[in-house]
């Protein structure tokens, strides 16, 4: 009786510790409704933070519009903090704490920008509406 009750208490305790670690990983959910955009002279600025993946994890930007990707980074050590944009034959490692600037020519509407981390584990999209 003992060790099911014992079993019984560690099974409760996995369980709820999945649970709360789920909810504290849901930060990067990509159906979160993230304000990460905004428009400044004519030019429209995404703003993905590096660093344990990229948040947010996918993003909904303006189509036919000159855009600035600004990465940031504050303590970043992982894989996320070396970043490769396939599309815009772009590769660089982030510096541990700051922001990188990209240019990004107007992109036609339907078109899909996906960043990756160096290991391809973490990414993102920028999608062009």
């Known amino acids: 009786m003992k060790t099911t009750t014992s079993s019984i208490i560690i099974a409760i305790i996995i369980i709820a510790s999945s649970v709360f670690i789920a909810?504290?990983?849901?930060?990067?959910?990509p159906s979160e409704n993230i304000n990460n955009v905004s428009e400044i002279n004519g030019e429209q600025i995404?703003?993905?933070?590096?660093?344990?993946?990229?948040?947010?994890r996918t993003t909904i930007a303006?189509?036919?519009?000159?855009?600035?990707?600004k990465i940031t980074t504050k303590g970043t050590f992982d894989c996320s903090s070396a970043i490769n944009i396939p599309s815009l034959n772009y590769r660089a490692n982030?510096?541990?704490?700051?922001?990188?600037i990209i240019n990004i020519s107007p992109q036609k509407t339907?078109?899909?920008i996906t960043g990756l981390c160096a290991m391809g584990m973490y990414n993102f999209s920028v999608n062009f509406n």
């Open 23 to 29: 909810g504290r990983n849901n930060n990067n959910s």
């Open 46 to 56: 995404i703003t993905i933070n590096a660093k344990g993946g990229y948040f947010p």
């Open 110 to 112: 339907g078109t899909t």
């Open 62 to 69: 303006k189509a036919e519009i000159a855009t600035i990707l």
């Open 94 to 100: 982030l510096p541990a704490s700051g922001e990188t």
